[in-house]
């Protein structure tokens, strides 16, 4: 799937505040390798690097911020140099039009991607789910404040890019 031997790069994507950091820092578990900082990104981190698969591949982690009038047609550079992607969502928010356009475009270009719906713990609004269901996306309800259901999403995405 890689672009580069041992190399694959995850693509964070959603709202301000949404947690996209706080869930690269739950699923890799501080197993960092470095930190590229020649790329910039919403919250100023840079590209990560980190280790998450068996085979000892380094997994390239980048985010990129939407909000509700964001045009996909920027961001084209960066969807094909992605390997794989994670929409992460606010459990209490319904999806706005960039969020649906982006899911649509993923499921037509056939772009392998899984949906964190992050902060449970403040609740879940019922209409996202069903949303989500409709659009029949793979996601998982997730506390990175309170560690919650981040085991079988990090399972599931390690067997999705092994």
Do not use: W
């Not at 037509?108 to 609004?125: C, D, Q, S, Y």
């Not at 789910?129 to 029949?136: I, R, V």
């Amino acid at each position: 799937m890689g672009k580069v031997i041992n190399k694959l790069h995850i693509s964070l994507i959603g709202r301000a505040n949404v947690g996209k950091s706080r869930l690269i820092d739950c699923i890799f578990n501080q197993q960092k390798v470095k930190k590229d900082t020649r790329f910039q990104t919403d919250n100023e981190k840079g590209i990560e690097s980190f280790k998450l698969l068996s085979n000892g591949a380094q997994v390239l982690i980048d985010t990129i911020l939407i909000d509700d009038s964001t045009d996909f047609g920027l961001f084209t550079e960066t969807l094909s140099k992605s390997d794989f992607f994670i929409i992460v969502l606010d459990a209490r928010e319904e999806l706005n039009k960039s969020e649906t356009e982006l899911i649509a475009h993923f499921q037509n270009k056939h772009f392998p991607f899984l949906v964190a719906v992050n902060k449970i713990e403040f609740g879940t609004n019922p209409y996202l789910l069903s949303e989500l269901d409709a659009l029949e996306v793979t996601y998982f309800e997730l506390s990175c404040k309170e560690n919650a259901g981040l085991e079988s999403f990090r399972e599931m995405l390690i067997r999705l890019l092994n």
